[in-house]
């Protein structure tokens, strides 16, 4: 009778390995071959991200999906790749180089325990750039940066990992005979999981430090480490954890939008760029919001940025407000068609607006602040003067009502329509006050 055999698929590709000879990476990437093979994985779905170093290399010898980037990154592109696509199986290789450069994306994985599996190919030093010591160097070895002998105390990866959260975590040498299963496992477990894996780099810690395969075995148990399956346990893995959190939300943002119906008519012909500049404290920018919904119930639109320190109730605090017809691609304001100053802190904080402007536009400045540097309309205002009572919380929005009047950027109507709720007593004084301005500096042009 003839049998059928079916061809074991292989995730190799024709390409000899660039390694020198006897180095351990080659033997690890044929171990993770024959891993693959045992999984039957549909190679286009399996993903091998690599690192930098001569470890680096290895995506290009297999015929698999792959990404290679930065040195010491390739756990957060890895964790990127699971976290857009469930369905792939993703690899990481990096050396030990890379695992101590990017040491804190190693941890973020393992306390998420994301679904990718690390094989870090640890030779205890940076291979390709000539010998170098790296993080799991051990003690006393030399290097062609500890030629006196390293000081520092190796990292033990995965004790680092399992005590953060990983789900599967290995120690072997590339020597193991069961190091083909025990990858097949890590990639099986479904969460993060890491097989630290010793290995020989015979072109530069091997005549250094005479390793070998029998002393490789011997090291671990010098270093008191651990060896063998560390960790194996079932924790959520972080990309199902995290689309299970989001399930409900997934056709409507977490954050709903508020729709802010159209009930006014305004008369802003182009883009028009208003900046009030005050004290933190002083509500510039609940104020300024409140204009700005105003705006938006006009037809308009708006957007509003903030600046302010991360203190509280201390130093300056500007918003910058755009109100146009079309939607506003550039939100940035360098030379603002008006400007409201309040008070020394804003002042300190506007230097480049007041340069930049010129006699088309309009400052309105608090009657007591220093002499202004600019070539700008400058109408200066001072609430005691004018006869107007007005809290130091309310000056902005009273400002900003006025300065919206005079310039007809929105109606009163709108303003005052967006005066309710939580803080509905302030804001009707505000305009209150706002009002009184307005009519002051039409009677004072009149008087003229
Ligand atoms: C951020 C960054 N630092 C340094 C380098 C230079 N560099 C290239 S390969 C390498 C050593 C790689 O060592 P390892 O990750 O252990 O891989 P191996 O060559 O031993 O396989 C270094 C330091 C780099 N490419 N990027
Ligand atoms: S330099 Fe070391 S790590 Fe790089 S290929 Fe040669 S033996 Fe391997
Ligand atoms: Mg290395």
Same mark, same amino acid.
């Given at each position: #009778?003839?049998?059928?055999?079916?061809?074991?698929?292989?995730? !190799?590709?024709?390409?000899?390995?660039?390694?020198? &000879?006897?180095?351990?990476?080659?033997?690890?990437?044929?171990?993770?071959?024959?891993?693959?093979?045992?999984?039957?994985?549909? &190679?286009?779905? +399996?993903?091998?991200?690599?690192?930098?170093?001569?470890?680096?290399?290895?995506?290009?010898?297999?015929?698999?999906?792959?990404? @290679?980037?930065? @040195?010491?990154?390739?756990?957060?592109?890895?964790?990127?790749?699971? #976290?857009?696509?469930?369905?792939?199986?993703?690899?990481?290789?990096?050396?030990?180089?890379?695992?101590?450069?990017?040491?804190?994306?190693?941890?973020?994985?393992? !306390?998420?325990?994301?679904?990718?599996?690390?094989?870090?190919?640890?030779?205890?030093?940076?291979? #390709?750039?000539?010998?170098?010591?790296?993080?799991?160097? &051990?003690?006393?070895?030399?290097?062609?940066?500890?030629?006196?002998?390293?000081? *520092?105390?190796?990292?033990?990866?995965?004790?680092?990992?399992?005590?953060?959260?990983?789900?599967?975590?290995?120690?072997?040498?590339?020597?193991?005979?069961?190091?083909?299963?025990?990858?097949?496992?890590?990639?099986?477990?479904?969460?993060?999981?890491?097989?630290?894996?010793?290995?020989?780099?015979? =072109?530069?810690?091997? &005549?250094?430090?005479?390793?070998?395969?029998?002393?490789?075995?011997?090291?671990?148990?010098?270093?008191?480490?651990?060896?063998?399956?560390?960790?194996?346990?079932?924790?959520?893995?972080?990309?199902?954890?995290?689309?299970? =959190?989001?399930?409900?939300?997934?056709? %409507?943002?977490?954050?709903?939008?508020?729709?802010?119906?159209?009930?006014?008519?305004?008369?802003?012909?182009?883009?028009?760029?208003?900046?009030?500049?005050?004290?933190?404290?002083?509500?510039?920018?609940?104020?300024? !919001?409140?204009?700005?919904?105003?705006?938006?119930?006009?037809?308009?639109?708006?957007?509003?940025?903030?600046?302010?320190?991360?203190?509280?109730?201390?130093?300056?605090?500007?918003?910058?407000? +755009?109100?146009?017809?079309?939607?506003?691609?550039?939100?940035?304001?360098?030379?603002?068609?008006?400007?409201?100053?309040?008070?020394?802190?804003?002042?300190?904080?506007?230097?480049?607006?007041? =340069?930049?402007?010129?006699?088309?536009?309009?400052?309105?400045? *608090?009657?007591?602040?220093?002499?202004?540097?600019?070539?700008?309309?400058?109408?200066?205002?001072?609430?005691?003067?004018?006869?107007?009572?007005?809290?130091?919380?309310?000056? =902005?929005?009273?400002?900003?009502?006025?300065?919206?009047?005079?310039?007809?950027?929105?109606?009163?109507?709108?303003?005052?329509?967006? %005066?309710?709720?939580?803080?509905?007593?302030?804001?009707?004084?505000?305009?209150?006050?706002? *009002?009184?301005?307005?009519?002051?500096?039409?009677?004072?042009?009149?008087?003229?």
């Amino acid at each position: #009778m003839k049998t059928t055999i079916t061809p074991l698929v292989t995730y !190799r590709n024709e390409r000899p390995y660039p390694f020198c &000879p006897g180095c351990g990476h080659a033997t690890i990437l044929d171990r993770l071959n024959e891993a693959l093979q045992s999984l039957s994985l549909d &190679p286009e779905k +399996v993903v091998l991200v690599s690192d930098i170093g001569c470890s680096g290399l290895s995506d290009q010898y297999f015929s698999t999906s792959a990404f @290679h980037g930065l @040195h010491g990154r390739s756990v957060t592109y890895a964790s990127g790749i699971k #976290m857009a696509r469930l369905d792939l199986t993703v690899i990481v290789i990096m050396g030990d180089g890379g695992t101590g450069i990017g040491g804190t994306h190693l941890l973020s994985a393992a !306390r998420r325990n994301i679904g990718v599996t690390v094989l870090v190919l640890n030779n205890f030093n940076f291979g #390709m750039t000539g010998g170098q010591h790296s993080t799991t160097t &051990p003690r006393g070895a030399i290097t062609s940066t500890t030629r006196a002998g390293n000081l *520092e105390r190796p990292m033990d990866i995965c004790a680092t990992v399992a005590a953060n959260g990983a789900s599967y975590v290995v120690r072997a040498t590339s020597f193991d005979e069961d190091l083909t299963e025990r990858i097949a496992d890590g990639i099986r477990s479904g969460g993060f999981s890491l097989l630290d894996i010793w290995e020989l780099c015979t =072109a530069y810690y091997v &005549p250094s430090n005479k390793l070998s395969r029998r002393s490789l075995d011997e090291l671990v148990e010098e270093l008191d480490f651990a060896r063998g399956v560390l960790a194996s346990r079932e924790l959520p893995e972080y990309s199902l954890a995290y689309r299970d =959190a989001h399930k409900d939300h997934r056709n %409507a943002p977490l954050l709903s939008a508020t729709s802010i119906p159209v009930s006014f008519q305004n008369a802003v012909e182009r883009r028009f760029e208003l900046v009030v500049a005050g004290s933190a404290g002083g509500k510039i920018r609940s104020a300024s !919001r409140l204009v700005a919904k105003a705006a938006v119930a006009s037809g308009l639109w708006v957007t509003q940025r903030d600046d302010y320190p991360i203190t509280v109730m201390t130093g300056h605090s500007i918003a910058e407000l +755009v109100l146009d017809r079309s939607p506003i691609e550039y939100h940035a304001v360098s030379r603002p068609d008006a400007l409201i100053l309040l008070s020394d802190d804003g002042l300190k904080k506007s230097g480049a607006y007041l =340069a930049a402007m010129t006699k088309e536009q309009w400052v309105f400045a *608090e009657a007591s602040l220093p002499p202004l540097q600019t070539a700008a309309r400058v109408l200066l205002f001072d609430f005691g003067a004018m006869g107007i009572r007005c809290t130091r919380a309310s000056q =902005a929005l009273a400002m900003l009502y006025a300065v919206a009047r005079k310039l007809q950027l929105v109606s009163p109507q709108a303003l005052q329509a967006q %005066a309710g709720g939580a803080h509905s007593d302030t804001n009707t004084r505000a305009l209150t006050a706002g *009002e009184k301005i307005a009519e002051f500096w039409e009677a004072e042009i009149e008087s003229v």
